[in-house]
């Protein structure tokens, strides 16, 4: 197997695919599709995006400060793309969608209910970077889908199905590998039974 030297970019894929959705001063709704995204901090919670000066949420994100991070899953994959490729300048993206609309806890902006992960964000700073702007934000809320809670309070966002983003693709993320520590946790022992 041999390497070849490949063009400058981002080669850090997959990344999830997550539909952010704001609200403008004047009480327009809007949502865009965004890939660069993750965490920054566990504590305190923050998390970034980084949007394109010329998309029609960035003029919302620049002067609210607020948006909301809503995970993605198959079951919504068209509407995740839909929002990615059409501009809210000349829509209604949620009446287009079919997407369900809700009320974010914390800040002002739209969230949404089909997604099963709501994380509603105020941001921080603003880093102008090139071709797009990064959003540092701090985590305020969170909501989840209770359906994929068990008995014991862990969330089980695998059972949503979500997406995540490569080159192009939106893809399932299959199987599980592993749980953290899985490479050097010790095997149990069996007990015999008495």
Avoid at 156 to 184: D, N
Wanted: hydrophobic fraction near 35%; charged fraction near 25%; aromatic fraction near 8%.
């Amino acid at each position: 197997m041999g390497k070849l030297d490949f063009k400058p970019g981002n080669m850090l894929y997959p990344l999830p695919a997550v539909m952010v959705s704001v609200r403008d001063k004047e009480g327009n709704d809007n949502i865009i599709t965004v890939a660069w995204t993750g965490t920054v901090c566990t504590n305190p919670p923050m998390l970034y995006i980084s949007v394109r000066p010329e998309r029609h949420s960035y003029k919302a994100l620049h002067e609210t400060g607020e948006f909301v991070v809503n995970l993605t899953t198959e079951k919504i994959a068209k509407a995740t793309d839909f929002c990615g490729v059409r501009s809210g300048r000349d829509m209604d993206k949620f009446e287009q969608t079919g997407l369900i609309k809700g009320e974010a806890k914390k800040i002002n902006a739209p969230v949404i209910e089909d997604s099963p992960v709501n994380i509603e964000c105020r941001v921080r700073e603003e880093v102008a970077l090139g071709s797009h702007t990064m959003f540092i934000a701090d985590v305020v809320h969170v909501t989840v889908d209770d359906s994929y809670m068990d008995e014991r309070g862990t969330f089980h966002l695998e059972k949503a199905a979500p997406i995540v983003y490569s080159h192009g693709t939106y893809f399932g993320l299959g199987e599980s590998l592993g749980t953290f520590g899985y490479s050097v946790r010790k095997k149990k022992k069996k007990r015999k039974n008495r």
